[in-house]
Each structure stands twice: as structure tokens, then as C-alpha cells.
């Protein structure tokens, strides 16, 4: 992918996941990396590692990067904070190119039994973060009149209901539509503004099914490919649209899924007469 060697990049929620596989991957390709966590620095200070290791594998190929990571810390759901954080990342890494919204949560429970603050938490940080950080970005990119690309981690559930988790799959519906509208809003003033919606995905925060044999063969009979994807081709689907490979394209949400959007109960035909 051409146009990432160099970039500074801020990935939100990556100390662990797909967020963490999506820092490596920028810095594997060359770019300056800031990696923010809200309340876990072990686990960011892995991601560094990692970014670093993949930042030296780069000076390998490259012979003459020179680049930076940086940790940043904030609640993404903040507006404060949130403004540290681009300010942060800015002195740390040497500037902002690109933001990924990654940063996430989900509650499960009956959606009649759902805390109304556990909702709004939700709300708060899928979404409301996601607007929060997208409006520093381009406050910063405007300011300073030079181009930007955001891509926002969105879901399938995006577009497919999931019940149980009510707050997770209306934060996911509109930040599908937030990314489309912040796209159409700059797309003239050199923004691009995208969403990658990963399907089922082998990270920590599903450990529930992953590591249960039973619950992960249920999990996988939806899926037309057969299996789950991983974190690094969730990033590979992040960095290919942030790299000028995807110049032409925003406003979009591409789902990286194995197939699962594409309503897998209707591979065996049946007649609607």
C-alpha cells in the first residue's frame, strides 16, 4: 500500500485487539504511531513494543525511517481529554495524517433490562467518542489547511441487529451514518472519512466464544467462509483505506466479514411461491 511510510497516525482503544494489531500495522508500514488507552497502560505499553518491533523491521526494509511512537492517554468519551490527546499526539509523533476510531465497548443484558447508564456509556464512548475525535482531527487538519483521513472501526452490526446488546448495535448503526455525514460534509476540503466493519473476530474481548469449542463452531456456521477473522485483516483493511491506494473512496463502510452480511441463511434456495 503506497502513502503510509511516514504518516502519523493515532489509533484509539489499542492496547489490545483488533486496535493494537491496527497500531502495529501502520508501524510495520512505516508510520509514526500514537497508541491512546483509557485505563490499562501494560497493555499499551505492549503495543509499543510491538509497534517498535515492527518499526525496526521497517528500518530493515527501509533503511531510513525515522520514526516515533507515543502513548496518549484518554477517555475517548471526554471532550477534554480528547482534545489532550490529539495535542499529545501531535507534539509526540510530529503531527496527526490519519485517526482510527477504534475505541469500543459493549454491555450484555436483556435490552428491558439494560441499565439506562450502562447505554449511555455505550453511546458515549462508540459514539460519542468517535464524534469527539473526529472533530479535533479536523479542527487540526482545517487549521492547517492540509488533507486528513479518519477511519472509524464500526461492525457488522452496523446493519445487522444484534439483541442482548441494544446500545452496541445503535452505536454501531449510527456511526455508520456519522462517518457518511462528516464525509459528505469535508469531502471538499481534502478529508476522506471511511468505517472498516470487522464480522467475527478473534480478539480478547471475545474470548467467550472463542475459546469454547462449542460456542465457536455456532459462531462460525454463519459465516459463509467458515471461519472467524483476525485482527491483522482487520488492520489490513484500516491501513488500505487510509493509504492513497483508496484516494478515490469515502463516505464507505467495508465489511470484513467472511460474508456474514450477506445474509447467509439464503445460500440453500428456497421458493417464496
Not at 497500531?23 to 497508541?35: S, T
Request: proline share 4%; hydrophobic share 45%; with cysteine.
Amino acid at each position: 500500500m503506497t502513502g503510509l511510510a511516514g504518516r502519523h497516525v493515532l489509533v484509539t482503544g489499542a492496547s489490545s485487539g483488533i486496535g493494537q494489531a491496527i497500531a502495529v500495522h501502520f508501524g510495520d508500514r512505516g508510520a509514526n504511531v500514537a497508541i491512546n488507552y483509557r485505563a490499562d497502560p501494560a497493555s499499551a505499553r505492549e503495543t509499543e513494543r510491538q509497534v517498535a518491533a515492527a518499526v525496526e523491521r521497517c528500518h530493515a526494509r527501509l533503511r531510513a525511517c525515522d520514526l516515533r511512537s507515543a502513548l496518549v492517554q484518554a477517555d475517548a468519551a471526554d471532550a477534554e481529554q480528547v482534545a489532550r490527546m490529539v495535542r499529545e499526539t501531535i507534539q509526540g509523533i510530529g503531527g496527526l495524517d490519519i485517526l482510527v476510531n477504534n475505541a469500543g465497548i459493549q454491555v450484555d443484558a436483556p435490552s428491558d433490562e439494560l441499565d439506562v447508564a450502562d447505554f449511555d456509556r455505550v453511546l458515549a464512548v462508540n459514539l460519542r467518542g468517535a464524534f469527539l475525535c473526529a472533530r479535533e482531527a479536523i479542527r487540526y487538519w482545517l487549521a492547517e489547511k492540509r488533507p486528513g483521513v479518519i477511519i472509524n472501526v464500526s461492525s457488522v452490526h452496523e446493519i445487522i441487529p444484534k439483541p442482548r446488546f441494544v446500545g452496541y448495535s445503535a452505536s454501531k448503526g449510527a456511526l455508520g451514518n456519522l462517518t457518511r455525514t462528516l464525509a459528505l460534509e469535508y469531502a471538499g476540503r481534502g478529508i476522506r472519512v471511511n468505517a472498516v466493519g470487522p464480522g467475527a473476530t478473534v480478539t480478547p474481548i471475545n474470548d467467550g466464544w472463542v475459546n469454547d469449542p462449542e460456542k465457536r463452531a455456532e459462531v462460525e456456521r454463519h459465516i459463509p467462509m467458515g471461519r472467524a477473522g483476525t485482527a491483522e485483516e482487520m488492520a489490513a483493511a484500516v491501513a488500505f483505506l487510509a493509504s492513497e491506494d483508496a484516494a478515490y473512496v469515502t463516505g464507505q463502510t467495508l465489511y470484513v466479514d467472511g460474508g456474514l452480511t450477506l445474509y447467509p441463511d439464503f445460500r440453500c434456495a428456497w421458493s417464496s411461491e
